[in-house]
């Protein structure tokens, strides 16, 4: 009897398919994420870590 661990079968995912444009093309320089990735002035941020550093960056909340 075959040992069905995910050994033999693998994990059913494959390697990221590499993109030259979209939005899979772009990824956060902070954490490595692909969604929600801001490109605007080159900061290459998604925005979670654009909240969190964006005052550093000389950024101002107005309201």
């Not at 772009?26 to 969190?52: N, P």
Request: charge should be positive; include cysteine; glycine fraction near 12%.
């Amino acid at each position: 009897m075959k040992d069905r661990s995910f050994g033999d079968r693998g994990t059913g995912f494959s390697e990221r398919k590499v993109k030259d444009f979209g939005r899979g093309s772009r990824w956060c320089k902070r954490c490595g994420c692909y969604t929600s990735c801001i490109k605007k002035y080159d900061l290459h941020l998604c925005r979670q870590c654009f909240r969190e550093v964006a005052n550093s960056l000389g950024f101002k909340k107005f309201r």
